[in-house]
Structures are given as structure tokens and as C-alpha cells.
């Protein structure tokens, strides 16, 4: 019999390369969007993915988590299975039906009154998306960890295939060779409405992949059954909801705050390219969480297990203030991921990253109520972090605009963060070492701050110098946690005293 531990880990590690490959992958789309659309253009598909967010929780109603639970019993496996299938067919189905039908009232309210295909297409992809959910659930609660990968590859290589196709080779087609008949199904009018299409496409043909595991299934609808799954999803659904308030709301709640005088939709789109940026953070973020869930549980019974924690959001401190440094020092080789067009919105990256490094570090705090049985707590924090999101967007985007946005979520984590932090300490403690975390929070700021000094130097001395302080900080944290082996020091130590 194989080693669960061995099991679980090699699944781990291919669920997580599949989502963080993909999501790499994904965001590799930016640099082409940023230099085809201008930034107004580029904010249609910042703000309409940011509703696709909401709606995808929504249609899902944390089902998946639901299915997990309910799907151990082998006996009810059909029967849960199909009442879940058919309950977010239903639903899916009638949103998009319902979308169709008030369109135009959708759009105008949207402001999307020209172009009312882009609301159908984003109904069609989130519908298709929690018509997947459960599918692709049922793959990793069988341990088919790498069909699940295969088709979440297949998805994401459809859509950026896709993408090069109708964006890049087929506008050469029409400059070249007019009469090709490629462009029968081609039009320059369509512009940025492609992505959407791209994506559709993409989930259609995942949809289709997916049949046989729909069908190949004993029907059992269970009312009753499915009560249960939502009364225990629920907590998950408003957790989750008011987690994407956190994450992206701010970019539905520019175009109507922004002043008149502004163009939205510029400022939107310059903001989306430029929160692209904090690509490396929320890669580490990502992987993390993958992995730390599992660690945390396994070690939840060892007597050093705290002890162990602390350990752990030291070492998560030291990497993320590196990926910080690593990203704002060499920022003149970064902002290339984004068009120059872009660039007046640089200076949310830092705001940006750090504002994740909270989000992070809360999350590595979440393990009290997780160990606890206390995840209630987590729906709390996160609606808390929700109402101080809202609340600084509304006051902050009319005076500053999406400056305010990035101070908002920035304040939204490190708050949530403290506020983690200090209900913790009583139902879970962990010695956290607090002064150590603080010492390199003012190491690596000072660092930044030293940089200013000479932001107006030439580029290539800029690199130079920063790259100096990234070795000073690296040098620090090296001598800080003893990173070179004692036995080496005591011989060090010797050999001066013989000398």
C-alpha cells in the first residue's frame, strides 16, 4: 500500500504546479494585452473579470467544499454527486438565460451599452465555469490528480492559443493576404471582445471533455441531501464572497466613484496592468498555501508544534520581504512585463506588494481557528476586512484614485492581519517572534528607502547599487538565522586562535 504521506505530497505538488503554471501562463496574456489595447481598452477586461470573480462564487455557492464532506460515504457518492450536478445546472442555466433576456438593462447600467455581447460572453464563461466545478472536484476526490492537471492546462493552452490567434495572427493575415479565407471568421470589429471569446471557447471545449463524467452517472436527486451540502457550504459561500471584496472590488468600484473628469476606464485599465505586477508575490502566496495546510495539520499534535509555526512565519516574513525588495530593486527591468503606456501606475507596486505580504502572513495566522474548529472566525475577519475595503474605496478613489484603491488593500490585510494576530494569542498560542519580524519589516523598508536617493541616476548604476542592498539584506538575514553551519564557526574560530 502506498505511503498516504508520500500520496498526499506527490498530489500536492501536481494540483499545485497545474494552478500555479496555469496561472503563470495566464499572466503572460498581460504583456500581450498591454501592448495591443490602449489602457482605456485593457480596463474592459479588468473590470468584467473582476465581476466574473463575484458571479463565480455565487453560481458555486461553496459547493465544492460541500462535495469534499459529503461524498466520503461511499454508498451516497451518485446520489451527492448528481444532486449537486443538477442543482448548479439549474442555476447556471437560468443566470445565463436571465442574463440573455435583460441585456440591455444589464449593459446600460454597466455602461457597457455598445458592446452588450461582452456581458453574454462573461455569462457564458462563468456559466460554464460552475458547470465544471463539481466535474472537476469529483477528479481530485478520486486522486486523479493528473487528469485534473492535463484538462486545467488544456483550458488555460485553448484560451492563450486562441488569444495569439485571433490578436496577433490573424490582424498579420489581414495586412498580408486580404483574401485569405481564415478571415471569414475574423472581424478588427470585435477587438478586445476576442478575450471573452477565447475564453468561451476554452470552456466549452473543457465542458465537452467533461460529458462523460456527467453522464456516466446514476441520477439519484436527493432534496434533502443537497439542504445539507448548502447549510454546510454557506458559511464557505459568504467567506469566499467577502474574501473577493477584499481582492477585487476596487476595480468594479473606480468607474463609478472616479470622478467625471477622469476617464474610468483608462484609470481601471492602467491599475489592472500594473496589480499584474505583484505576479511573484502572489505566486509564493499561492504555493504556500498549498503546502501549509497539510504542514499545519500534521504537525498539529507534536509538543513543538508552535514552536514550529513561529518558525514558519519567520521564514515566510524573510522570503516575501525578498521577493519586495527583489521586485521594487529591479523594477526598471520588471515594469517591461507592462507596456510604457502603463507605466504612470507604478507606483502602486510596492503599495500592492506589500499589501499581499499581509494578506500572507494572515493567512498564516488563520491556523488558531483552523486547529481550533474555530473557522467561523475566518468568515468574520474576512467580512470585517470586506467593510474596511468598501468604506476606504469609497473615501479614498474620489481624492486619489486608484492610489486610494491600493491604500484601501493594503489596509484591508494589514488590518485583517492584527486583528488575526490578536484574537489568536488567546485561543492559540504561538510564541511568534515578533522583534525579529519587526527587524527585518525596517531593514527591508530602509533598504527601499535608501534607494530614493538615487532614483534620478542612470539605469545601470541604479542596478548596481541596488543590487548592493539586496546583498546587504541577504547578508543580514544570513548572520541573523545562523544560515552558515556552527561547526564551520567554531572552526573558523580556531583556526584564528592556532594562527
Known sequence: MANPIKQLAGQTAIYGLSSIIGRLLNYLLVPLYTRIFIPEIYGVVTELYAYATFLLILLTYGTETGFFRYAQDKSKFNTVFSS????????????????????????????????????????????????????????????????????????????????????????????????????????????????????????????????????????????NILKQILWYSAPLLIGGFAGMINETIDRILLKFLLPESVNAMEQIGIYGANYKLAILMTLFIQMFRYAADPFFFAQKEKRDAPETYAKVMQWFVIFGLTIFLGVMFYIDIVKFFIDSSYHSGLRVVPILLLANLFMGMYYNLSIWYKLNDKTKFGAYLALFGAGVTIILNIILIPIIGYMGSAWATFACYFIMMLSSYTIGKKHYKIPYNIKKILKYFALALILYAISYIYADFVIWLRLILNSILMFVYLSVVAISEKIIPSKKLKLNKNESKNS
Do not use: H
Not at 85 to 103: A, E, K, N, R, W
Not at 162 to 186: E, G, H, R, V, Y
Open 84 to 223: 449537486l450536478q443538477t442543482s448548479l445546472t439549474i442555476t447556471s442555466l437560468l443566470f445565463f438565460g436571465l442574463v440573455t433576456l435583460f441585456v440591455s438593462p444589464l449593459a446600460n447600467a454597466l455602461k457597457y451599452t455598445a458592446n452588450p455581447e461582452y456581458i453574454i460572453y462573461l455569462a457564458g464563461i462563468v456559466a460554464l465555469d460552475a458547470l465544471i466545478s463539481i466535474p472537476f472536484a469529483r477528479l481530485r476526490f478520486e486522486n486523479k490528480s493528473l487528469r485534473f492537471a492535463i484538462y486545467r492546462l488544456l483550458n488555460i493552452g485553448i484560451n492563450i492559443g486562441l488569444n495569439l490567434f485571433f490578436l496577433i495572427l490573424c490582424p498579420k493575415i489581414a495586412t498580408n493576404n486580404p483574401d485569405s479565407i481564415i478571415l471569414n471568421i475574423w472581424s478588427p470589429n470585435i477587438g478586445v471582445g476576442y478575450v471573452f471569446i477565447s475564453n468561451l471557447v476554452a470552456n466549452i471545449f473543457t465542458f465537452l471533455m467533461f460529458i462523460p463524467y456527467i453522464i456516466n452517472v446514476k441520477y439519484r436527486f436527493d432534496l
